[in-house]
């Protein structure tokens, strides 16, 4: 049985890879153009591009199940045209070299960003609507339609089912990713300030965990949430004090301020040749709903979520050891308290 992974060199298809890898799985990773994240890997890399609908059959030819995560991030309301392209008729592309290739099984990767948060005092989970109004932010919309391409993919004969990670974190993250960034941005005391709210956060290794296991046993059209634990970005810091032994004390703003500056602040770092970690798409997302339910997930996966703190250390010390984050001898790994 060989496995084929879209976005592999991405931070969820690196850890994914791997754990394909251990379990003696054979993988083909679709590579575009950078593959840092899974260089030395015992993988078959295949050149190819989800825009390409001829490179991906190439790629799906002879494969059991497909895992479609290859996708353009943005915390901009900006860029609808570039995230089109990839998370939507990539998608569509995905599905239809999927059903030429006779692929099993496809694992789509959605996003907590695709589902409706609003009424924000009831629970998330996956009888949601997805989310559709102009006023949503790009990258919302065009997570949500690249869904609906699965669906009607699943409505024409496709074996699919449909994963939503919450806002991910952990080992193996390159680039890096937003979130990476930003724990990394704390720890070296370079955020300007922290701000109120916070968000769902994940271990990318149990999101991988519970997409395996919906390869294996889910039903052909279920859809998983696979969240994590609530936690305010001022508590974060306070656990990377507490973990690193280095300060991390800085202004606290609140959300309704750094909106305000959120523009300035994305100048100065365009100025600097950075992507800015504060814009109003990042600062809308840190007010969403705070409960997001994984019972399904926990219920017919067996998805059970590791607590946040050990995560947070295993990815600071994770950075520590790639040479991306100087941090002193006493961070260890998340098991000490």
């Known amino acids: 049985m060989t496995v084929a992974v879209t976005g592999a060199t991405g931070h969820i298809g690196a850890n994914l890879v791997r754990a394909l890898i251990d379990k003696g799985i054979p993988t083909r990773c679709l590579v575009h153009v950078n593959c840092k994240a899974i260089d030395g890997l015992d993988t078959e890399k295949v050149q190819g591009d989800v825009c390409d609908l001829d490179s991906l059959c190439r790629v799906f030819q002879g494969v059991d199940v497909v895992y479609h995560m290859a996708a353009s991030i943005s915390l901009s309301m900006a860029g609808w045209s570039r995230l089109e392209e990839i998370n939507v008729t990539g998608t569509r592309n995905v599905v239809e070299a999927c059903r030429r290739s006779g692929v099993r099984r496809l694992v789509h990767f959605s996003s907590i960003h695709a589902l409706a948060q ?35 993919g699943i409505e024409k004969g496709l074996d699919a089912v449909i994963v939503y990670p919450t806002a991910v974190f952990g080992p193996h993250d390159y680039q890096p990713s937003f979130f990476g960034e930003a724990l990394m941005a704390v720890a070296r005391r370079k955020l300007p300030a922290l701000v109120t709210g916070g968000y769902d956060w994940v271990d990318v290794r149990d999101v991988v965990a519970g997409a395996m296991m919906a390869a294996e046993i889910a039903p052909t059209g279920a859809r998983y949430l696979l969240s994590g634990h609530w936690v305010s970005m001022c508590d974060i810091a306070a656990m990377i004090e507490e973990i690193t032994g280095l300060s991390t004390g800085r202004p606290v703003c609140p959300l309704w301020l750094a909106h305000i500056g959120a523009p300035f602040i994305g100048a100065i770092s365009r100025l600097n040749g950075k992507r800015p970690l504060y814009t109003s798409v990042s600062l ?54």
């Open 284 to 337: 809308r997302a840190l007010k969403s709903n705070h409960h997001i339910s994984h019972e399904r997930a926990t219920r017919e996966l067996g998805y059970q979520p590791r607590p946040f703190r050990e995560t947070l250390a295993d990815t600071l010390l994770w950075f520590k050891e790639n040479g991306q984050l100087q941090l002193t001898d006493k961070i260890g790994t998340g098991d000490s308290k």
């Open 118 to 152: 609003e009424p924000l005092n009831t629970p998330v989970d996956e009888e949601r609507p997805l989310v559709d109004a102009r006023k949503c932010p790009p990258y919302d919309r065009s997570k949500a339609a690249g869904e609906w391409e699965v669906r009607r």
